[in-house]
Structures are given as C-alpha cells and as structure tokens.
Nanobody, 126 residues
Framework: EVQLVESGGGLVQAGGSLTLSCAAS????????IGWFRQAPGLEREGLSS????????YYSGRVESRFTISSDNANKTVYLQMNSLEPEDTAVYYC???????????????????WGQGTQVTVSS
C-alpha cells in the first residue's frame, strides 16, 4: 500500500521560506515520480513541481520555477519542496502525489498521479 505523508506547512510572512517534506512508503524510488501540487479555496488544483526517479529529471511550473526547488532523498524515501520568496498568493493546501509518469509532458498534470497525501496547509501573510 502506498502512503504519502506531507509535513512542513505553516504560517510564514511574505518573503519567507518553508520546506515541505513528503515521506513515502510502499512506492519505488527507482521509477515513476513524485509531484507537488496545491489548491487554494475556489481554485483548481495546480501542479508545481515533479521529480522523476528514472533519470532524476525535475519539472516546474513557470509560476514557481524561480522560487521553488524540488529534491529527493532516495535513501529515506522523502521528497522535499524548498519554497523561497513566498507570497500571499502561495497560500493553499499543498499535496504530494506519486505516479508512474509515463509521459513527461504531463509531469504537472494531476491525473497522472495515482496516490495522494492528505495535504499540508501553507499560509503566507502580507
């Protein structure tokens, strides 16, 4: 059974930083991918970044690529999302998800991911 557990969310002032963690179990870190998504109230779920385990490729949304960094600790089966220069518009519930990533063109598409964590709230105050 695949389980994903996010942590690291919280309240931060604009301009600050947070690092989110996604601890995975039951999922191979030799293939597939883990991605980060977020959803703000009234908005659609948005793909932010993804880490491909087959070749170490990383993918970013244009909205966050200059501020967010994804990384993986394969030994500890944890994927991180380092978020810098946070803005109030980054306020959302952040989710990590795991899937096979059969087509890298869809690395940030939520329907490519089969397993989801429960989410962690990130609130950025102005």
């Amino acid at each position: 059974e695949v389980q994903l557990v996010e942590s690291g969310g919280g309240l931060v002032q604009a301009g600050g930083s947070l690092t989110l963690s996604c601890a995975a179990s039951g999922f191979s870190f030799e293939e597939g991918a883990i991605g980060w998504f977020r959803q703000a109230p009234g908005l659609e779920r948005e793909g932010l970044s993804s880490f491909s385990f087959s070749d170490g490729s990383t993918y970013y949304s244009g909205r966050v690529e200059s501020r967010f960094t994804i990384s993986s600790d394969n030994a500890n089966k944890t994927v991180y999302l380092q978020m810098n220069s946070l803005e109030p518009e980054d306020t959302a519930v952040y989710y990590c998800a795991a899937g096979p990533l059969q087509d890298a063109d869809y690395a940030l598409s939520f329907y490519e991911y089969d397993y989801w964590g429960q989410g962690t709230q990130v609130t950025v105050s102005s």
